[in-house]
């Protein structure tokens, strides 16, 4: 019986419990609980389940929808993003859906050599053996670019002109290719060089000057089909041997001083002004005292003559038949002549000079060293960077000056720094592989750290409050009968007749004792002066009270209760 009254008791004090809280906080309490539950079910099931990587990017609609539709006939979970064209799937199981794909033949939107493998050879044209050639051969060169660290994607287009019957002209192939960069990298004129070397070597008659090849920024890294004869490709090979000097001897000084400072150690830098001028002179000198005779003519001349005197006219007579032409008196004369003429030539030696100067000449070099710290043990045995001696800063700076073939009298200038670098590549190396953990795996401990931190600061700032005010009425409300308890203790003490009841009515009679021991608490307690501290014989003594009439002393102290609010 006791046990069922106390357990009476324990309910109707909860019930009354909740009826001071109120419904509003009642309410109130129970929704933030049931966000709690929520929010902690949502945290639990995002970072229990599997991370999500991409399993194919940059897919075409079709292949996109081959791939999932077989994901989805093997039962594996995966995710759309990019409006289809990446699918994403557990990280834990991107390996083994791959291979599953590839058993299939799905291995992404890049097909090579393998179209050939599902071929009919039998009712396959030859206009379809040809485009499916093309296919496989731009497919492979696609796979082969994309294994650049720097290149993320790649299309390979391929034009093979086929001669025509009885046609003398001859098309050339040409070749044009797309690249994805990865960030922000972007590829030197060497790799763009490579890359066009790379397709012409694997397509038969392409040359590398017929290859165009643009970036996803729209910037046209190498023209195909320029005239080389014209302003802009002669300017732009001007450049290209300006770089290319620039590189090799950069090149040259880091490979040098390497050997000493240590792999990674040195960065150099070299600006070169060059002369792309050509020039062509000729020259010749005469030297005259180197006379020789080169040939020699000799001519001698006789001549004689014999001269009349007294020559008769010439008539009419004397050109008649028999005309006596001799007639009258005549006197003659005779005279010899001999010249001699001698001619010599003389060759002077004559030296002629063609001194032609062939553009690219080295008009001044400025070269940038920079040298990283020594790394040197410490007292406790670390390596720590320290600076480099002077001595040391000097032997290298004499190498660079051998190394490029430094000239002072053009005006080359040398700088050799020497800092220190920062190993960021070596610090992110170490973080994918700290305590074994990869670099996903520490930020997605660094985000349940945080969510953790949240979580209680809700908890603490939020909840804590709001429980505190919804049960404050409660605590009162257990004062409010403390307080009510020693009322009527003190009463019981004083020897009041019956306890108070609501409203001024009729209370609870009190039960008679001993006038000897009411006489004693009377003496022993003093309501003003209580503080809290009772006998325990009074606490029975109210006790009792209670237990005699139950029903009459909860009604008073409920209208005390009412009374207090």
């Known amino acids: 019986m006791d046990q069922d009254n106390e357990r009476g008791k324990f309910v109707e004090t909860i019930g009354q419990a909740f009826k001071n809280i109120?419904?509003?906080r009642i309410l109130g309490v129970g929704g933030l609980f049931l966000a709690l539950i929520i929010f902690f079910i949502i945290f639990i099931t995002k970072f229990t389940s599997p991370s999500m990587e991409p399993l194919y990017s940059g897919l075409e609609s079709g292949d996109s929808t081959r791939i999932t539709s077989q994901l989805q006939s093997l039962g594996l979970k995966y995710e759309l993003k990019q409006g289809g064209k990446e699918i994403l799937v557990p990280s834990n199981e991107v390996t083994r859906i791959r291979l599953q794909l590839a058993e299939q033949g799905l291995g992404g939107n890049v097909l090579g050599y393998e179209l050939f493998d599902k071929s009919d050879g039998i009712g396959t044209t030859k206009f379809l053996q040809d485009v499916q050639y093309i296919r496989a051969l731009e497919g492979e060169l696609q796979r082969t670019i994309e294994a650049f660290n720097s290149v993320k994607g790649a299309r390979v287009h391929l034009v093979l002109p086929k001669r025509e019957l009885f046609s003398r002209q001859k098309q050339e192939p040409s070749a044009s290719i797309f690249l994805r960069m990865r960030g922000s990298t972007r590829l030197s004129s060497e790799q763009v060089s490579a890359v066009q070397h790379l397709v012409a070597a694997a397509v038969p008659s392409l040359t590398p000057e017929r290859i165009s090849v643009v970036d996803n920024k729209g910037k046209l890294l190498a023209a195909g089909f320029e005239d080389t004869d014209s302003v802009g490709a002669v300017s732009s090979k001007i450049e290209e041997r300006n770089r290319v000097m620039e590189n090799r001897l950069s090149r040259t000084i880091e490979e040098l001083l390497e050997k000493t400072v240590g792999f990674g150690r040195v960065r150099a830098e070299v600006h070169a002004e060059m002369d792309f001028d050509r020039i062509s002179t000729n020259e010749e000198t005469f030297d005259p005292e180197g006379q020789v005779v080169r040939s020699t003519q000799?001519?001698?001349?006789?001549?004689?003559?014999?001269?009349?005197?007294?020559?008769?006219?010439?008539?009419?007579?004397?050109?008649?038949?028999?005309?006596?032409?001799?007639s009258g008196d005549s006197q003659s004369s005779t005279s010899a002549e001999n010249r001699t003429e001698e001619t010599v030539?003389?060759?002077?030696?004559?030296?002629?000079i063609n001194h032609i100067r062939e553009a690219g000449i080295i008009k001044k070099l400025s070269v940038a060293v920079l040298v990283d710290y020594d790394r040197l043990p410490d007292e406790n045995g670390v390596l720590t960077p320290k600076p480099r001696p002077e001595d040391e800063m000097g032997l290298l700076s004499d190498l660079v000056k051998g190394a490029i073939g430094y000239d002072a009298d053009r005006g080359d200038s040398i700088e050799v720094i020497n800092m220190e670098f920062r190993d960021a590549i070596e610090e992110e190396e170490a973080l994918q592989v700290f305590f074994g953990l990869g670099k996903n795996d520490l930020i997605r401990m660094a985000e349940l750290l945080v969510l953790g931190i949240l979580v209680l600061l809700v908890i603490l700032l939020v909840v804590r409050p709001l429980i505190s005010r919804a049960f404050e009425a409660t605590s009162n409300a257990a004062s409010a009968a403390q307080a009510a308890s020693e009322r009527l203790l003190a009463d019981q003490v004083s020897g009041a007749p019956a306890l108070a009841g609501p409203g001024g009515g009729s209370g609870?009679?009190?039960?008679?004792?001993a006038g000897g021991e009411e006489e004693q608490f009377e003496e022993l307690i003093d309501i003003d002066r209580v503080e809290g501290r009772v006998k325990a014989s009074s606490v029975k003594k109210v006790g009792e009270i209670v237990d005699k009439h139950p029903e009459k002393a909860l009604s008073i102290i409920r209208a005390w209760m009412y009374q207090e609010t």
Not at 345 to 352: G, H, M, V, Y
Not at 508 to 513: H, K
């Open 22 to 24: 109120g419904p509003g």
């Open 298 to 326: 000799s001519i001698e001349e006789t001549a004689s003559a014999r001269d009349a005197e007294g020559t008769p006219p010439i008539t009419v007579g004397t050109n008649l038949p028999d005309a006596n032409t001799n």
């Open 345 to 352: 030539n003389f060759e002077i030696s004559k030296k002629t």
């Open 508 to 513: 609870v009679p009190a039960p008679s004792d």
